[in-house]
């Protein structure tokens, strides 16, 4: 089992940054490819970032490509998201997640992650 708990969020105007957190406890971190996925009201959940589990990598959706930023320090147990430029569409509930597996390909489905955190919400108005 790993615990996720994010941090972070907030209210912010456009074209402002936020940076969330994720703490993780259990089992051994550096053991897990890291993602980061948002909902909207009314929406899917959808993939943000992710991470390779030494960190070296990272893949990003379109959508924010060149804005967000994930990283992850395996000593410290955290991975995070730092969110430049924000707009208005960025608004959600943010999660983090962790998966066990791993494979050639980049993890982007919700499917593929095994544990989830509790959310954070992050507000861009205009």
């Known amino acids: 089992q790993v615990q996720l708990v994010e941090s972070g969020g907030g209210l912010v105007q456009a074209g402002g940054s936020l940076r969330l957190s994720c703490a993780a406890s259990?089992?051994?971190?550096?053991?897990?490819?890291m993602g980061w996925f948002r909902q909207a009201p009314g929406k899917e959940r959808e993939f943000v970032a992710t991470t390779t589990r030494g960190g070296g990598s990272t893949f990003y959706a379109n959508s924010v490509k060149g804005r967000f930023t994930i990283s992850r320090d395996n000593a410290k147990n955290t991975v995070t998201l730092q969110m430049n430029s924000l707009k208005p569409e960025d608004t959600a509930v943010y999660y983090c997640?962790?998966?066990?597996?791993?494979?050639?390909?980049?993890?982007?489905?919700?499917?593929?992650?095994?544990?989830w955190g509790q959310g954070t919400q992050v507000t861009v108005s205009s």
């Open positions: 259990g089992r051994t971190f550096s053991n897990y490819v």
């Open positions: 997640a962790a998966a066990r597996s791993y494979g050639s390909s980049w993890l982007r489905g919700p499917h593929e992650y095994d544990y």
